[in-house]
């Protein structure tokens, strides 16, 4: 059965950090691009990190770029995202999956940045 579950939301106030984990299964996780996505109330998801198979490819939109950085665990099927100096726009649904991307995704992480 192909499964993605992410973990490792919560609340968190401004200047802060979090580090998000994504265990996959049900396909070769090795073989894949995985991103880390994220999902404000009433915006479009957006891409925040990807990395590639053999991680020497790595990719962060401007908005994250210098304070999230994306890692991967291939023998244990994991990709984590660290997330650092956190603003209240980072607030959202933080989700992950492979690229291309299963149709059925996680239900994803609620990070809140709030004092």
């Known amino acids: 059965q192909v499964q993605i579950v992410e973990s490792g939301g919560g609340l968190v106030q401004p200047g802060g950090s979090l580090t998000l984990s994504c265990t996959a299964s049900?396909?070769?996780?090795?073989?894949?691009?995985m991103r880390w996505y994220r999902q404000a109330p009433g915006k479009e998801r957006e891409l925040v990190a990807s990395?590639?198979?053999?991680?020497?490819?790595?990719y962060y939109p401007d908005s994250v770029k210098g304070r999230f950085t994306i890692k991967r665990d291939n023998p244990n099927n994991k990709v984590y995202l660290r997330m650092e100096s956190l603003k209240p726009e980072d607030t959202a649904v933080y989700y992950c999956?492979?690229?291309?991307?299963?149709?059925?995704w996680g239900q994803g992480t609620q990070v809140t940045v709030s004092s």
């Open positions: 990395i590639t198979d053999d991680a020497t490819s790595i």
């Open positions: 999956n492979k690229f291309p991307p299963l149709s059925s």
């Open positions: 049900g396909f070769a996780f090795r073989g894949y691009t």
